[in-house]
């Protein structure tokens, strides 16, 4: 399957602990793109990046959000000292460069913080 | 500031019914609009696309879906439905001449086709 892939696909951890997940995008796409999705809602945008730079992160919820793109290729989105609002879907999403390419999107995590 | 209303939550019809799923947008200047349609348990899955040109575009599945810029809407249609149809749709906006790239998504209409 050559579609947009993220690690894990669920994880449920305490309050307080940190959370790494990660997302592989579709090979040949250098813009990747983080959401989050909460319940009866839709996708919420946090930061992308363009090969290794990420171009924009102010919409991160905080500084305990934070997200790499090392080699331009996988892309990790950390979350340090979880709390319960952060129980979400986490979506990632890779496209061509442009604004007009559309984005394709993996299967997301749900953290589950309790 | 960018911003795209779905305002029904739900929308039930029959099978072999016309659909039609609504959305209207915010943006300054010229929009980029997509639709996507989310599964249980799945990601959101690209089904269509206006950037520019004619206003029907045709997308994945049989859906189409028609630009008006004067009423600043993009409903979602399908000339008749199926029940694999079944699932939750979501309307996205970019603003075509701003330099940020991220989609601003309405709040999803749940789509039920009854057999």
């Known amino acids: 399957d050559t579609g947009v892939s993220q690690d894990p696909r669920h994880k449920i951890t305490k309050r307080g602990q940190n959370v790494t997940f990660r997302c592989d995008p579709i090979s040949e796409h250098n813009r990747l793109y983080w959401y989050r999705q909460t319940l009866g809602q839709g996708p919420e945008f946090l930061t992308y990046f363009q090969n290794e730079a990420q171009l924009e992160k102010s919409r991160l919820l905080s500084d305990r959000f934070s997200a790499e793109r090392p080699k331009g290729s996988f892309s990790t989105l950390e979350i340090q000292r979880t709390e319960q609002g952060d129980s979400a879907m986490y979506l990632c999403a890779s496209s061509l460069t442009g604004a007009s390419y559309e984005q394709y999107f993996g299967p997301g995590t749900r953290l589950t913080v309790t | 500031a960018q911003s795209v209303a779905q305002p029904e939550d739900q929308v039930n019809v029959a099978e072999g019914n016309p659909l039609t799923v609504k959305c209207t947008y915010s943006v300054s200047g010229n929009p980029y609009l997509f639709w996507y349609v989310q599964y249980p348990n799945r990601g959101l899955q690209f089904l269509l696309k206006y950037i520019t040109g004619d206003n029907l575009v045709k997308g994945s599945y049989g859906f189409e879906a028609e630009f008006n810029k004067s009423q600043t809407s993009f409903h979602l249609k399908k000339p008749s439905a199926l029940v694999s149809d079944s699932a939750l749709y979501f309307c996205?906006?970019?603003?075509?001449?701003?330099?940020?790239?991220?989609?601003?998504f309405g709040t999803g209409t749940r789509l039920t086709v009854i057999p």
């Open positions: 996205a906006v970019r603003a075509a001449q701003t330099g940020a790239n991220n989609l601003f």
